[in-house]
């Protein structure tokens, strides 16, 4: 009897541990909202123009992400059920709160992140009691108007790629902490420098970037925000379509 005591305590304690062994540094993703920025833009029943339409979406319709991949995001559509959508027509910010002034904000969403400096890292953690990885960087722009997915491949899939000599504050950096995949984000800062929260120190911290651990596990970076009077190329595109049925 003592020994099947035991055997049970062992394999929930091994159950705890599991999902963070095999995750790494992050829970797994969680549906997060997103808005649609073309007037007249297809759901599609597979992430190919060619795919059959399920319908149309309207401009600033919002819909539920559910996965991002190369070029296409699935999304719940409460009128049209379930589809994909061309990425250059899928926008993580509520469309009232981003304006053209909007990114110039970099300055405060970094004094708004080093906020939560020496808060615990907790897996699956999204709130300022602990954070995982892309738990923080979720939550520091859910702040600035932007629903990212709880997923640091999901968060990487989408935004603007940059390259890592074109790096900017406020972009989003990737890391390869497990071996095969995207596992690990933080928010650049500047000056080689970013902030993240890190199960290795058990904490939000900020860790140079081009030394050590993570200078060899870069992965690549993304822009959600852009420099002060410049316009995403998807935007500057889509200001010229206007009634045009779009993908």
Known sequence: MRNRLWFSILIIMALAC?????????????????????????????????????????KGEEVVLLEAGEGWTRVRSSRLGEGW?????????????????????????????????????????STPHAFDCSGFTAY???NFGY??????????????????????????VFFNTVGDRISHVGIYLGDG????????????????LNKGYYQKRYV????????????????????LVTTERVE
């Not at 062994?21 to 597979?46: K, Y």
């Not at 420098?193 to 140079?208: K, M, N, R």
């Open 140 to 142: 520091v722009f859910k």
């Open 18 to 58: 599991f999902p963070a062994f095999v995750h790494g540094e992050e829970a797994a993703s969680s549906p997060a909202a997103c808005w649609i920025t073309g007037d007249r833009v297809n759901l599609r029943t597979m992430p190919s123009r060619d795919a059959k339409s399920m319908g149309l979406l309207g």
């Open 220 to 239: 690549c970076a993304r822009r959600y925000l852009q420099p002060t009077g410049v316009l995403p190329e998807r935007e500057r595109t889509l200001e």
């Open 193 to 208: 420098l970013f902030i993240h929260a890190s199960s290795g120190s058990g904490q939000v911290t900020i860790t140079p």
């Open 85 to 125: 959508v061309a990425n250059a027509y899928i926008c993580l910010a509520r469309p009232e709160s981003v304006s053209r002034g909007d990114y110039g904000r970099v300055n405060e969403l970094l004094a708004y992140a080093k906020r939560w400096l020496g808060v615990p890292y907790r897996y699956g953690g």
């Open 147 to 172: 629903s990212l997915p709880h997923s640091s491949v999901g968060q990487a899939q989408l935004g603007t790629v940059v390259t890592r000599d074109q790096l900017l504050p406020g972009d989003l």
